[in-house]
């Protein structure tokens, strides 16, 4: 377990009555105080509330054995607040200035921008004007996804948070990079000396990451038709997974050397042309499907406020190359998409097979090995191998040697959220991604996007319910790999 500094802090969380504080934050911040963080909430928004109807909205998000509760709500409250006008920051100042004192924060604060990517620069130029991030104590400003919509208006945002803060007080946020398993994808590769020694391209035949969700778009519809799978998910988080996978191995596990690291295999990825875009790439969106139960699922054209004419996409799939001496010529595969038949987010590290060999009857049926890092729902490992078969010393079969994490181990092991507020408590940015990794993570995308600009590439349709359009085999199989099934560990 991580342990947190326990510096007591004032978190200023604006968008508190938006989806992500009600399904996530509320909840992260009361492990945190069951472990003894002390702080004091000021939640944010336009719309009206008492200290006490804010409680309850709290209150509901809380799971039901959550036993400290009283304690717990009344360390929260409410101004209502609207980001686009100034005035309304003034009278915040005062408000934060007195709970500073009744706490004892020592002007310790978190600004958490939990808000539209639009308003993200406006909050923090009205923080800084209304003096409230400048107290004695430290600041920090955790800032969430999406950061801009393309390399352009990413380093304008950058520019604009520049001149409140500086780049080692903003915190932007990517969830993935709290999970567990993903934190351990760095042991698993540099405390173990067998996998140091095979993790290239002389052993590794092809990677594959699938981050597959059965859910359509819900209520963020408004934000998704905009942003599409591609700026929701690959920007973001299935980039981080790739260059925790890809990296060389950092001079020490400290923030900086890596993030360095991780920038390395970002400026090494190919970028996308409109030569190579349609072999590279795919998109999809779901049309009508059925669950496993045969329920109906809709279309994402059917779905609340998406027009009928959208062509968004709700799946991506492709093949990134990284230029330099331990990965040329290994692809790696990437897949994520909403409304898929499993939630899954797992990486499969595929082995090269042998080479030709006489000593087994079944030589044709040897699969490769496969290393497996299950990182949601399940957490664990599983390596796959190839043993004799019982009896029968010219046969093999496979077999896994597994490990997961039990239900009680991931009960009581912070969550990703709580986690990451407990790093930035701690003042520890190394789960948070550094602007150079968001600017370079941008030039893949906009190579991306600006490929299928010039060159028109129609969206795949895929049944809800299904793991994504045809051409998504198709991509792999024109290298002779295909797409490992989503694994589940019994
Ligand atoms: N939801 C999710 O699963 C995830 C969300 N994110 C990111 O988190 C952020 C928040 O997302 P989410 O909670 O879904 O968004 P919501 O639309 O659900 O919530 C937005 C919040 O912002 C407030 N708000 C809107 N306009 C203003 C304004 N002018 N001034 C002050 N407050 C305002 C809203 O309250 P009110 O209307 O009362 O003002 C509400 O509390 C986004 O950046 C999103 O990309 C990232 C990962 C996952
Ligand atoms: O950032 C986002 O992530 C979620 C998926 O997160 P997970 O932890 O449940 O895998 C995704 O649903 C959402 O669209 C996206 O904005």
Redesign the pocket.
């Known amino acids: 377990m991580i342990e947190t500094s326990k510096e007591p802090v004032l978190i200023f969380l604006f968008g508190a009555t938006g989806d992500l504080a009600r399904r996530k934050l509320y909840s992260a911040l009361y492990r945190l105080y069951t472990r003894d963080q002390e702080f004091a909430v000021i939640g944010l928004a336009r719309r009206a509330h008492t200290d006490e109807s804010f409680r309850d909205l709290i209150n509901d998000s809380l799971p039901s054995e959550a036993g400290q509760r009283k304690h717990f709500l009344a360390r929260f409250y409410y101004k209502r607040l609207d980001i686009t006008r100034p005035e309304s920051f003034a009278t915040l100042k005062k408000f934060s200035d007195e709970l500073d004192t009744r706490y004892q924060l020592h002007g310790n604060r978190i600004f958490y921008l939990s808000l539209a990517p639009c308003y993200f620069a406006e909050a923090a130029k009205n923080l800084k004007k209304a003096g409230i991030s400048a107290t004695p104590g430290w600041k920090r400003l955790i800032i969430e996804?999406p950061f801009g919509h393309n390399l352009e208006s990413s380093k304008e945002l950058n520019e604009s948070l520049l001149h409140a803060f500086k780049e080692d007080e903003i915190y932007r946020i990517d969830?993935?990079l709290g999970k567990e398993m993903v934190q351990n994808i760095e042991v698993l590769r540099f405390a173990n000396p067998i996998f140091e020694a095979i993790w290239n391209r002389r052993y590794i035949s092809n990677v594959q990451i699938t981050?597959s969700?059965t859910?359509g778009v819900g209520d963020?519809a408004n934000y998704?038709d905009q942003t599409g799978a591609l700026l929701?998910?690959v920007q973001n988080?299935i980039m981080q997974l790739l260059t925790l996978v890809a990296m060389e191995p950092p001079t020490r596990l400290e923030t900086n050397d890596v993030r360095y690291e991780k920038v390395k295999v970002l400026k090494a990825i190919r970028p996308m042309n409109i030569n190579n875009i349609v072999e590279q790439i795919v998109r999809g969106q779901y049309a009508r499907g059925i669950t496993p139960e045969r329920e109906k699922l809709p279309a994402y054209i059917d779905e609340n406020n998406i027009s009928s004419d959208s062509e968004t996409e709700t799946f991506v799939a492709a093949r990134f190359l990284i230029d330099n001496y331990r990965w040329q010529g290994v692809p790696f595969y990437i897949r994520t998409g909403k409304r898929m038949a499993k939630k899954s987010?797992q990486i499969v590290i595929q082995f090269k097979k042998l080479p030709k060999n006489p000593y087994f009857h079944n030589i044709n049926h040897v699969g490769p090995n496969l290393l497996v890092i299950y990182i949601?729902p399940d957490e664990g490992l599983s390596l796959k191998l190839n043993v004799k078969e019982n009896g029968n010393a010219g046969n093999t079969v496979p077999i896994s040697l597994k490990f997961r994490n039990s239900e009680l181990a991931m009960e009581n092991m912070q969550d990703?959220y709580e986690r990451l507020m407990a790093d930035c408590i701690n003042g520890d940015s190394t789960n948070f991604t550094r602007w150079d990794e968001v600017a370079y993570s941008w030039e893949i995308v906009d190579s991306i996007v600006d490929s299928w600009k010039k060159r028109r590439v129609p969206v795949d349709y895929y049944e809800a319910g299904s793991m994504g359009p045809n051409s998504a085999d198709e991509l792999l199989e024109k290298n002779g790999h295909h797409w490992w099934p989503i694994m589940q560990m019994e």
Request: aromatic share 14%.
């Open positions: 996804k969830h993935y981050l969700e859910l963020r998704y929701d998910m988080h987010t949601s990703a």
